[in-house]
């Protein structure tokens, strides 16, 4: 039986993991959107990090661009919490110097 993206767990294994140690939510988020360039929708992403705002900033960044925000991954370290997104097809870009504004659209 065949996992329907909207079943898959945090848990799963990850095609990508970032490692956000020591940046906070821009750095994270630049580093994090350079990465996932070139990945595949459905592309299941772990990012690990110590910054206290990523349970918030996180969510709302993948509300923003569309993908998929699958939540908290448990862990055996303590000193980083590790989160899990997956990629969507139809995700809307963002600028490449903020990556908190949707990028403008060429009307």
Known sequence: ???????TSPEAAPDLTVDGTGLLC?????RLR???????????VHIHTTDPAAPLDLPAWCHLTGHDYLG???HPATDR????????ATAR???????????????
């Open 34 to 44: 350079a990465r996932i360039a070139d990945l595949p929708a459905g592309a299941v």
């Open 81 to 88: 919490e590790v989160y899990a997104l997956r990629l969507t």
């Open 1 to 7: 039986m065949s996992t329907s993206p909207e079943t």
């Open 26 to 30: 821009v750095q994270l988020l630049l």
């Open 72 to 74: 908290p991954v448990p």
């Open 93 to 107: 870009p963002t600028r490449a110097d903020r990556p908190w504004h949707p990028a403008p659209t060429s009307d």
